[in-house]
Nanobody, 129 residues
Framework: EVQLVESGGGLVQAGGSLRLSCAAS????????IGWFRQAPGKEREGVSW????????HYRDSVKGRFTISSDNAKNTVYLQMNSLKPQDTAVYYC??????????????????????WGQGTQVTVSS
């Protein structure tokens, strides 16, 4: 059974940092791409970042470039999202997702929710001003 479990969310002041974790099981971690998404109340789910576990390629949405860093520990089957310089507009439920179809080249493809087959339950991130 495929499982993705997010952790690390919480309440932080603007300018602070959080590190989210996505622990995966039930599939061959090294052959998948993992994406981080977020969804704020009343808004659509949007892609934040992704990483291809086979070669380490990463991509970020423009609004988080330079502030967020995605990384993967294949030995632990875990992907991390280090979030620095957080802003109130980063407030959302953050989800990780996995896809076996990781041969996409364009960054925007990996930021589409429809690209991913498996999803976690999400973790709340709240940034206060």
């Amino acid at each position: 059974e495929v499982q993705l479990v997010e952790s690390g969310g919480g309440l932080v002041q603007a300018g602070g940092s959080l590190r989210l974790s996505c622990a995966a099981s039930g599939f061959t971690f090294g052959t998948h791409a993992i994406g981080w998404f977020r969804q704020a109340p009343g808004k659509e789910r949007e892609g934040v970042s992704w990483i291809k576990n086979n070669d380490g390629t990463t991509h970020y949405r423009d609004s988080v470039k330079g502030r967020f860093t995605i990384s993967s520990d294949n030995a632990k089957n875990t992907v991390y999202l280090q979030m620095n310089s957080l802003k109130p507009q980063d407030t959302a439920v953050y989800y990780c997702a996995a896809t076996l179809a990781s041969d996409f080249d364009a960054g925007w493809i990996g930021l589409r929710p429809a690209t991913y087959e498996y999803w976690g339950q999400g973790t709340q991130v709240t940034v206060s001003s």
